[in-house]
C-alpha cells in the first residue's frame, strides 16, 4: 500500500491511501492570498475557431462564427493546390492600471484555419461575406456532366 501514495503527490507515510481525500486539481490553484487575476498578455486566441463545413449540390460552403472581429481584421486565401485558408487577429483590450478584472474568458490574439478543397472546385469563384460576425466562404462547384446514355436495342 506505500506505493499508492507515490503515485499521488509523493506522499510517502504509513497511513492508508484515501481516494476521496486526494485532490488533483491541488497543483492548479492559486495561492490562496493570490487576490490579483493574471492577464496573459496573448492567449491562443480561437484555437476552437468554430467552423461548419457544408457541400450543397451547387457550392461548397464555410461558415465561420468570429465575433467582434470586422472584415477588415480577418483574411481568407486560396493557395493553388486547393487549400483554403481563414485567418485573423483580435487584438487585446488595452488595461488600464485602476481597472479591476473579474473575469477574462474572451480571448485574442492571431488564429487560422485551412481546409483542402476538392477537385470540382472553381478556384476563381470563390467569394467571402461578413455579417454579424460570422463570415461565410462561398466555393463554387463545377457542374457534373451526367453522362450520355443511349439504349440500345438487344436483337433476337
Given amino acids: ?44 486566441a480561437f484555437v476552437n475557431t468554430r467552423v461548419d463545413w457544408k457541400e450543397t449540390p451547387e457550392a461548397h460552403v ?26 485573423g487577429e483580435r487584438n487585446v483590450e488595452k488595461e488600464d492600471k485602476n481597472d479591476t478584472w473579474h473575469r477574462v474568458e474572451r480571448s485574442s490574439g492571431k488564429f487560422w484555419r485551412t481546409f483542402r478543397l476538392p477537385e470540382n472546385v472553381k478556384m476563381d469563384q470563390i467569394k ?17 456532366k451526367k453522362p450520355d446514355v443511349k439504349a440500345i436495342e438487344i436483337s433476337g
Avoid: C, Y
Wanted: no cysteine.
Fill in 128 to 144: 467571402a461575406s461578413m455579417e454579424n460576425g460570422v463570415l461565410t466562404v462561398t466555393v463554387p462547384k463545377h457542374e457534373v
Fill in 62 to 87: 464555410f461558415k465561420a462564427d468570429l465575433p467582434g472581429l470586422k472584415k477588415e481584421e480577418v483574411k481568407v486565401e486560396v493557395e493553388d493546390d486547393r487549400v483554403l485558408q481563414i485567418s
Fill in 1 to 44: 500500500m506505500a506505493m499508492i501514495p507515490s503515485f499521488f503527490g509523493n506522499q510517502r507515510n504509513n497511513s492508508l491511501f484515501d481516494p476521496f481525500s486526494w485532490d488533483p486539481f491541488r497543483d492548479f490553484r492559486f495561492p490562496s492570498n493570490s487576490l490579483q487575476l493574471q492577464i496573459p498578455q496573448e492567449t491562443s
